[in-house]
C-alpha cells in the first residue's frame, strides 16, 4: 500500500513540484532585500522536512535496500543529509 502511494504518479509530480518551488526560493536568496532573508529560511527549513519526510516514506515503503538501489534516492538521501547538516550549523 505504501509503495503503491510513493509510486504515485501524482505523488511524484507533488515531489518534483517541491524541488523546483525550492530551488526556485533558494535562487532568490542574495537577490532580494535583506529583510526576505528570513522568509527564505523558514521556507528553506519547511521544504527540509518535507524532504525528509519523503524520505523517511521511501525507506519504509522500499526498504533501506530498495531505496538504496535507485540512484536518484542515494542523490536526494545524501541532499537531505547535508540540508540536515546545514541546518545545525
Do not use: H
Request: aromatic share 16%; proline share 1%; charged share 15%.
Amino acid at each position: 500500500m505504501l509503495w503503491d502511494f510513493i509510486t504515485n504518479k501524482q505523488v511524484e509530480g507533488f515531489l518534483l513540484l517541491l524541488v523546483f518551488l525550492n530551488t526556485l526560493i533558494l535562487s532568490l536568496d542574495g537577490l532580494l532585500d535583506n529583510n526576505y532573508t528570513p522568509y527564505i529560511q523558514t521556507t528553506n527549513d519547511v521544504f527540509t522536512i518535507l524532504f525528509i519526510v519523503e524520505m523517511i516514506i521511501k525507506i519504509y515503503g522500499f526498504g533501506v535496500k530498495g531505496y538504496c538501489r535507485n540512484k536518484i534516492n542515494l542523490f536526494d538521501g545524501a541532499l537531505v543529509m547535508i540540508s540536515v547538516l546545514e541546518y545545525f550549523m
